[in-house]
């Protein structure tokens, strides 16, 4: 066990010390993180609440593609991003083939649906008397919508936390369409891996130790939304 205690030494002094690999797969996984999310957040959450908001032919058939879509594997999602963005697919003339914000795209199609689904099913949520009670007191249909979603605010917070902890974790999507490339698409997840098996134990724990970190913080935030 004395390898385990070495490593986490090790590791602090690489995060202390500001190690040059591991502060740029942090930097890196911080950077495409944050615009696959600033993506997944700005399509999903209006095809959430629209899903969830309104009665339209073919809402349950939907809401079944939407729920089965949360299932995705990630390196199948990689792998349809890599054939899209490659040279020879149709948007390989963009450059986005092992450059994070190709990465970025993977990612946010895999938060889309947790976005989505979750927003819906929190918008779904609403009590239907509060619409009603609304529009009694003669609420215009603009103060029914925001009073509505005020009421579910923490539901749709959860929502992002929740497609934000899965991008954060995710090394399919990163290692097929980033290529894992060293100062330019490596990330904490595919650095975790490799550095592993290369027996560099001490970077991976500080890596780790990042991920913990940063899934902590992220938490934490979410708590003391909950709280106002």
Avoid at 79 to 84: D, E, T
Avoid at 152 to 157: E, F, M, N, S
Wanted: aromatic residues 10%; proline residues 2%.
């Amino acid at each position: 066990m004395d390898f385990i205690l070495e490593g986490f030494i090790k590791a602090i002094g690489l995060l202390f010390y500001g190690d040059e690999s591991t502060w740029s797969a942090i930097l890196a996984t911080l950077k495409v993180s944050s615009c696959s999310m600033l993506l997944s957040i700005g399509a999903g959450l209006p095809f959430g609440f629209v899903v969830g908001y309104f009665d339209f032919r073919g809402k349950k058939q939907l809401r079944t593609v939407l729920d089965t879509l949360l299932s995705l594997p990630t390196v199948f999602i990689g792998l349809m991003v890599y054939a899209f963005i490659s040279h020879q697919g149709p948007l390989g003339e963009f450059g986005l083939l092992f450059t994070l914000g190709g990465i970025a795209v993977g990612q946010a199609i895999l938060a889309f649906p947790i976005v989505a689904a979750i927003t819906a099913s929190t918008i779904e949520g609403i009590d239907s008397e509060l619409k009603l009670t609304l529009a009694t007191l003669g609420a215009g249909k603009r103060n029914i919508l925001f009073t509505c979603l005020w009421e579910v605010r923490y539901g749709i917070l959860v929502a992002v936390v929740t497609a934000y902890g899965r991008v954060m974790t995710e090394v399919g999507i990163s290692m097929i369409v980033g290529g894992n490339i060293k100062y330019h698409t490596r990330t904490i997840t595919t650095a975790i891996a490799l550095e592993t098996n290369k027996g560099l134990f001490a970077d991976g724990i500080a890596l780790g130790l990042v991920l913990i970190s940063i899934a902590f913080a992220v938490n934490l935030s979410l708590s003391f939304f909950r709280k106002q």
